[in-house]
Every structure is written in structure tokens, then in C-alpha cells.
């Protein structure tokens, strides 16, 4: 019986993947990143069966395929959705989608074990060089609720004192004057692994998989 699955993530400059039980999906088994930026194409499918072959896994193992549906590069989601679309339509099983901005802001509340949940959340992606999505969560009843989404800039972003802002490596690298308080936490594929905990998963059948595509902004992604 099939009980492995695999998360996906190549939104950002450095993907990953990773493999995980289906019965204990939060807790991945392996988690490999992709070395060099922007490179995934070339690198995933031999890293993926190099990592299943070390850990006497096969294809066939998998039923369960899990992605990052963004924001993030586009190109990046466009090839990670068409991999595991691939695989679903060749293998059979089903294909989660989840946020990426919620998989990394429940990964921080997981991974840092705060005594308390903060006030908000703020999750900083990268869209274009001065360009994020900044995706507003509020923790209530062990859930993640998202407030506001919308595309900033460096002079537009407003912080509140309460909140704690998450940033990737691409804006900390870009902005003019990084505040303290930011932490830099970007998205990994074991953020994915939590799915089963997200109000954004979808899950989709190999029927449905003309439904699925990754989260586009329009012209943002390419200016």
C-alpha cells in the first residue's frame, strides 16, 4: 500500500523538496535543498530519484504530491505544478495545494515554539525587485486566519508593533532599511508538509488536475 508523499517547493531561489509519510505527514522523513539559484529545472528530477533511490523509496512508493502555490517566482511555480501534475496524471493519486505565505507563518509558529502566539503575523513574499505580497495572519483557535493580502513596496508597507514580520533572503537583500524586528524565515518544503493544517490545501484528483494552477498576479510577475 502507497503511504509516502512528496512537497514541493521551487517559488524561491532555492528550492527543496521533501519526502513524507502519509500517516505523519508534519514530520518529514528527508528534506533535500536544490544547490544553486534558480536552477530546478536542471536539478529536480535527478535529485528527487538520487534521494529516493538513498532511501530504498521508488515512484511507485507515492500517491500523495503536495505544492506551494504561491507567490513567488512564476516560473518556478510553473515548473513545479507541471512536475507533479505529470506525476499525478502518470501515477494516479492526488495533488495538495496549499498558500505559500500560510505554510511558512504556520512553519514559524511550529518550528520557533513561542510561550505565546503573536498578535499577527506578517508574511513578506517576493514578487518582483520592488514588489511583495504581504499576507496578514491572525492565530485563533489554533488556526491560521488570513486578514489582508495585498502588493506593497518598501515605502507603502505598514507594520504594527504587535506583529512579527517574516522575510525572505531576496527583500532583506533588496531593502534600503531592514528593520530589527524582521525575522528572515523563508518557505522550505517541510512548511508544505503541514498541509493537512491549512485552511488554503486543496486537494484535486487526476480528473481535475486542468483546475490547477499556481496563484498569478498578472504583470507584477514579470516587470
Not at 512528496?6 to 513524507?20: E, Q
Not at 534558480?38 to 529536480?44: K, N, P
Not at 491560521?144 to 513596496?153: D, M
Not at 527583500?171 to 512548511?191: D, G, M, V
Request: glycine share 6%.
Amino acid at each position: 500500500m502507497n503511504s509516502i508523499g512528496l512537497a514541493l517547493d521551487l517559488s524561491g531561489p532555492t528550492g527543496s523538496f521533501a519526502l513524507f509519510d502519509q500517516n505523519a505527514p508534519s514530520i518529514p522523513l528527508v528534506e533535500k535543498e536544490l544547490l544553486g539559484s534558480f536552477t530546478h529545472s536542471e536539478l529536480l528530477l535527478a535529485e528527487i530519484e538520487r534521494t529516493l533511490r538513498e532511501h530504498a523509496f521508488k515512484f511507485k512508493d507515492i500517491s500523495e504530491w503536495v505544492v506551494s502555490s504561491g507567490p513567488g517566482s512564476f516560473t518556478g511555480l510553473r515548473i513545479a505544478f507541471s512536475t507533479l501534475k505529470a506525476f499525478v496524471f502518470a501515477r494516479g493519486g492526488q495533488l495538495v495545494t496549499v498558500s505559500g505565505p500560510e505554510a511558512r507563518a504556520w512553519g514559524y509558529l511550529t518550528e520557533k515554539k513561542l510561550p505565546q502566539a503573536p498578535e499577527s503575523l506578517l508574511v513578506l513574499s517576493y514578487l518582483t525587485a520592488d514588489k511583495w505580497v504581504a499576507s496578514d495572519f491572525v492565530y485563533k483557535n489554533q488556526r491560521l486566519i488570513l486578514r489582508t493580502e495585498t502588493i506593497v513596496n518598501e515605502n507603502t508597507l505598514e507594520l504594527s508593533k504587535t506583529s512579527i514580520a517574516l522575510t525572505e533572503e531576496r527583500i532583506a537583500a533588496r531593502s534600503k532599511n531592514t528593520p530589527a524586528e524582521w525575522t528572515i524565515f523563508p518557505l522550505r518544503a517541510r512548511h508544505l508538509c503541514s498541509f493537512s493544517s491549512l485552511e488554503s490545501k486543496k486537494v484535486f484528483l487526476p480528473h481535475e488536475l486542468s483546475q490547477v494552477t499556481p496563484l498569478y498576479l498578472g504583470s507584477s510577475h514579470f516587470e
